[in-house]
């Protein structure tokens, strides 16, 4: 018992350390636009001032869409059955969104400070300029987190919105890395974007023309307001299970072929075990949400790798390598470390029923190792259609680094599914699948999985020797089997010995709040 309560004591002070760590690096970024606001001259502000609270709110809006981490959130099924105005439980959610953008208040707090110690600004406009831009940006989340929740309900809509999310958050980027960098600038610039809100608070901040900036801010603030006010009462009202069975089919003859195909390599149970897991990752939108953003969004978000092309001598990471490694990453969330979540109180089937809990354990690893794969034919046909330089020699290093690593990943997965079990909702489309301290201990081991393959790239990249290369791979992949043989009958020991503790933790049900 001292040994688990010294354990939970350690795993919060390293979680209350890096809290700190993480939050004081904003609150760096808030001295230094604090600095900068104070010391800057008028028109000095009249340029970057905009591009700082454009900043702030485009974070504050689309981190938690492009992370699917949304924060807190109410839970509407159980909260509905108190007598609470649609009102007051608005109020509450706005205060849940605040959770979400406590980096985006530190910047904007310092930026404030900043202003009001300014010479050359009013000192009476800043205050409620940055306040109303607060007060816009929180029912605009408020309004989208709501609209989007309905959206990820329906079949087949959810992929598309994640499709157009990724598209727009990569228009910044392509016109930057296309040599288009001026729309940008006048994006950014003062003068070309006065009628946006970012833009409307930063002129009214420091009082220039303080009448227009006034209505157009206030203006943008109360659509805001009636948008997200909007939306919440609708989601409220809104019936998520009519709409997930809304439109649905039977699958189709070549969904049924991908389902299928395990019965002609295994046998039963192991054939039908390894089926069934394909059919529940496939079909839950939390996996599918995941798994759309692994080969779009990462190919986006490391566009600039591709310009160089995907060759690479020795020691160089290959842009195949690097979106393979960042789909996988994704990919683990839901399928690696928390195997048992989208099961939920119905593994204890797997205790009752007449089949050895390593062979559900293998038929697991064997799903996400599949989905991986087929994760890597995607990235690898998204480059032959945009004509990156590849070579044979990247293709082999796409599969041999990322299933090299499949390993590593499935060694923790395995453990961590047994020891820190949570129970997921598969139509959740939004949410983080491991507990929160998991993701502590992730952050020490993700060097130590990551590390034997990056010793092979320095050593190539030393030596000039892509020989070295293969070779010290080759040792790594052969740790990487022994990790996983011991880490899985580990795993399945510790099954056995703590059933009662894991059946528990996957099927406790939430409570009136959720933590997406």
């Known amino acids: 018992m001292g040994r688990a309560v010294s354990g939970g004591s350690g795993a919060r002070v390293l979680a209350g350390i890096l809290w700190i760590v993480w939050y004081g690096l904003w609150a760096f970024l808030g001295v230094a636009a604090g600095i900068y606001a104070g010391m800057a001259s008028k028109d000095e502000l009249e340029f970057i001032l905009p591009a700082i609270l454009m900043g702030t709110c485009l974070f504050w809006q689309l981190a938690p ?27 509450v959610e706005l205060l849940l969104r605040l959770t979400t953008a406590l980096e985006v208040l530190l910047v904007l707090g310092g930026t404030l400070i900043g202003l009001l110690l300014n010479p050359a600004v009013p000192h009476w406009l800043p205050v409620p300029a940055i306040s109303i831009f607060i007060a816009f940006n929180l029912f605009l989340s408020t309004g989208l987190r709501s609209l989007l929740e309905r959206l990820m309900a329906i079949r087949h809509v959810r992929e598309v919105v994640v499709l157009l999310t990724v598209a727009c958050a990569a228009l910044p980027q392509l016109l930057a890395v296309s040599g288009r960098a001026h729309a940008l600038r006048r994006l950014l610039s003062f003068r070309q974007s006065g009628l946006l809100p970012w833009a409307a608070a930063a002129r009214l901040a420091i ?21 997200g006010r909007l939306q919440f009462r609708r989601s409220l009202r809104f019936d998520s299970t009519a709409a997930r069975s809304a439109g649905s089919t039977g699958s189709g003859r070549w969904t049924e072929r991908f389902y299928r195909w395990p019965a002609a390599l295994f046998s039963d149970p192991l054939a039908a075990l390894f089926e069934k897991e394909l059919r529940t990752l496939a079909r839950a939108p939390r996996f599918r949400i995941v798994f759309l953003m692994g080969f779009s969004f990462g190919a986006i978000i490391w566009w600039p790798l591709m310009h160089g092309g995907g060759h690479s001598g020795p020691g160089g990471v290959s842009y195949p390598v690097v979106v393979s490694g960042y789909a996988m990453l994704l990919l683990s969330e839901v399928a690696f470390w928390n195997q048992f979540g989208f099961d939920r109180s119905a593994a204890q089937l797997y205790f009752s029923a007449p089949v050895p809990f390593s062979l559900v354990v293998r038929a697991k690893n064997l799903a996400g190792v599949t989905f991986v794969a087929l994760e890597i034919a995607l990235i690898l ?4 259609a945009l004509r990156v330089r590849m070579t044979l020699s990247n293709v082999f290093e796409a599969v041999l680094v990322t299933l090299t690593l499949a390993l590593f990943f499935l060694s923790v997965g395995n453990l961590s599914s047994i020891y820190q079990p949570r129970p997921l909702n598969p139509e959740h489309s939004w949410g983080r699948s491991s507990a929160g301290r998991f993701q502590v201990y992730m952050l020490l081991l993700f060097p130590v999985m990551v590390g034997p393959i990056a010793l092979a790239y320095v050593a190539a990249w030393f030596w000039q020797s892509r020989a070295l290369w293969y070779g010290i791979l080759g040792a790594d992949a052969l740790v990487g089997a022994a990790c996983y043989c011991f880490a899985t009958a580990a795993a399945v020991a510790a099954a056995g010995k703590r059933k009662e503790e894991f059946l528990s933790a996957l099927g406790q049900s939430g409570g009136p709040f959720t933590v997406e």
């Open 65 to 91: 869409i492009l992370t699917t981490d949304a924060g807190a959130s109410l839970n509407v099924r159980k909260i509905l059955v108190y007598p609470i105005s649609d009102g007051e439980l608005f109020v």
């Open 207 to 227: 009082g220039d023309a303080v009448a227009l900036p006034v209505l157009g801010l206030c203006a943008f603030t109360a659509a805001a307001y009636v948008f």
């Open 381 to 384: 046909t998204l480059c032959t």
